[in-house]
């Protein structure tokens, strides 16, 4: 089946700079690539995802870009802020596994004021 | 707009008992699935469902059942619990695989 990894598991930043969360995955056939961001004691929520047929997608201070060839997609946060420590998480659909959303160990990014 | 809610928030069982996990949405999704999320280790997927009547395994379902008989329910039993099942689970639903994931609130438990 898919395999999900990330790195690093711990990300610190001292405000106003970035933040860059790498993951690789395993299946060739996977197609979907999402991120969710949970807050301490909060549910996961999407903040950004990208489909294999784009190479990078950007959304104000976020950004995803996606290297097919080499199996892996990051996350870049810009211009970090206190509200952006969180747990983050990759995922990805394994397209030839069907129906399953594989996610990646995650990544605890804390942000110093 | 409810979303995805799942009850009870917190549960303490003993070794041995069993109990089933509710989650429930309201928007019509067809895909639900279920998650435990251990410290260190993200979220691991039990058993998902693709529309109603239709299961299956994820990645860690041993210990644990689903069944699906309608779009809006997905319940999650625990059969025997065991110290190992310790862990936070969550329930979500999709309209497509490939699309946002709505999450419940989540279930903190406890296996003693």
């Known amino acids: 089946g898919e395999n999900v990894e990330q790195h690093p598991s711990t990300l610190s930043v001292q405000e106003g700079d970035s933040a860059v969360i790498k993951c690789t995955y395993s299946?060739?056939?996977?197609?979907?690539f999402p991120w969710y961001k949970q807050e301490l004691g909060k549910r996961p929520q999407l903040i950004i995802d990208?489909?294999?047929?784009?190479g990078e997608k950007k959304d104000q201070r976020i950004a995803v870009t996606l290297n097919k060839t080499a199996k892996h997609f990051s996350l870049h946060i810009t211009e970090t802020q206190p509200e952006d420590s969180a747990v983050y998480f990759c995922?990805?659909?394994?397209?030839?596994?069907?129906?399953?959303?594989?996610f990646g160990g995650g990544t605890r990014v804390l942000v110093k004021p | 707009n409810a979303g995805v809610t799942q009850t009870p928030k917190f549960q303490v069982l003993k070794t041995g008992q069993s109990m089933t996990l509710q989650c429930a949405q309201d928007?019509?999704?067809?895909?639900m699935s279920w998650y435990r999320q251990d410290p260190g280790m993200g979220l691991r997927l039990i058993h998902y469902?693709?529309?109603?009547?239709?299961?299956d395994q994820g990645e860690v379902p041993n210990g644990y059942n689903v069944s699906r008989s309608t779009t809006e329910d997905f319940p999650l039993r625990l059969l025997s619990a065991a110290p190992s099942q310790t862990s936070v689970y969550f329930c979500?639903?999709?309209?497509?695989?490939?699309?946002?994931?709505?999450f419940g609130q989540g279930t903190r438990l406890t296996v003693v």
């Open positions: 979500a639903s999709s309209k497509l695989l490939q699309g946002e994931a709505f």
């Open positions: 299946d060739s056939a996977s197609n979907y």
């Open positions: 990208i489909r294999s047929n784009v």
């Open positions: 995922a990805a659909v394994a397209g030839a596994a069907g129906n399953k959303l594989t």
């Open positions: 928007m019509n999704h067809e895909y």
């Open positions: 469902s693709v529309g109603a009547g239709i299961t």
